[in-house]
């Protein structure tokens, strides 16, 4: 079973770029998340898609950060303007349907993004 | 906004020695997860744990759930270097989304 397949894996812009982060879930996964992960630390919940519908996006800084899941299985997450402090790790996972909110989730190699 | 905290935020230790790291919260949890993650990999499901006092057993890792659920512990007996990652647990609050601590970051060195 191929696992969460995510593009590209390391990206550098300079401050004020765009740049966008593209997620394959595994096949048949409803739920998907973008988490960010800094250096050092856990990852953070940026949004949460529950087929096509946002679950939760409470901590996505919305001024900056999209994110969309059009038609229920792949996701694009974009950031536009970039700034220093969005260098990070991000994250994309999905859960398979069915396991609740402890349900194990499975995690993409991660994008690599450093903003200069 | 539950908040995890893991402790130690750093570990070093030689082949062969047993350690505990831990995960605290003042938040109930209805469930709590462990996850390890390998450099340049994201993290990886070891155990989930539901039911306070809960014990579970993965070879050489030993996970415990607290009897509150505000707590958990995963002792490694034996470590070998394969087990470097960073340890991150994360938890569920009622029907929230799982929220992660900022893990801890084992070396084992041979």
């Known amino acids: 079973e191929a696992g969460v397949a995510q593009s590209p894996r390391y990206k550098i812009i300079e401050k004020r770029q765009s740049v966008a982060f593209w997620c394959n879930p595994i096949?048949?996964?409803?739920?998907l998340y973008w988490y960010q992960q800094i250096l050092g630390q856990g990852p953070k919940l940026l949004i949460q898609?529950?087929?096509?519908?946002?679950?939760?996006d409470s901590q996505l800084p919305k001024d900056r950060f999209s994110a969309e899941r059009l038609k229920g299985v792949d996701s694009t997450l974009k950031i536009q303007p970039a700034k220093l402090e969005d260098s990070a790790v991000y994250l994309c996972a999905s859960r398979p349907p069915g396991t609740g909110n402890t349900g194990e989730l499975f995690f993409g190699e991660g994008s690599r993004l450093t903003v200069l | 906004t539950q908040l995890l905290e893991q402790s130690p935020q750093f570990l070093s230790i030689q082949e062969g020695e047993n350690l505990t790291v831990y995960c605290n919260s003042s938040?109930?949890?209805?469930?709590l997860q462990w996850y390890r993650q390998e450099p340049g990999e994201g993290p990886v499901l070891l155990v989930t744990?539901?039911?306070?006092?809960e014990v579970k057993k993965l070879k050489r890792l030993t996970f415990q759930f607290g009897d509150a659920r505000k707590d958990s512990s995963l002792h490694i007996t034996a470590a070998q270097p394969g087990d470097t990652g960073l340890y991150l647990c994360a938890g569920v609050e009622g029907y929230s989304t799982l929220t992660f601590g900022k893990g801890t970051m084992l070396l084992v060195s041979p």
């Open positions: 096949s048949g996964h409803a739920t």
């Open positions: 744990v539901v039911t306070g006092g």
């Open positions: 938040s109930v949890f209805s469930s």
């Open positions: 898609f529950q087929n096509n519908g946002v679950v939760d």
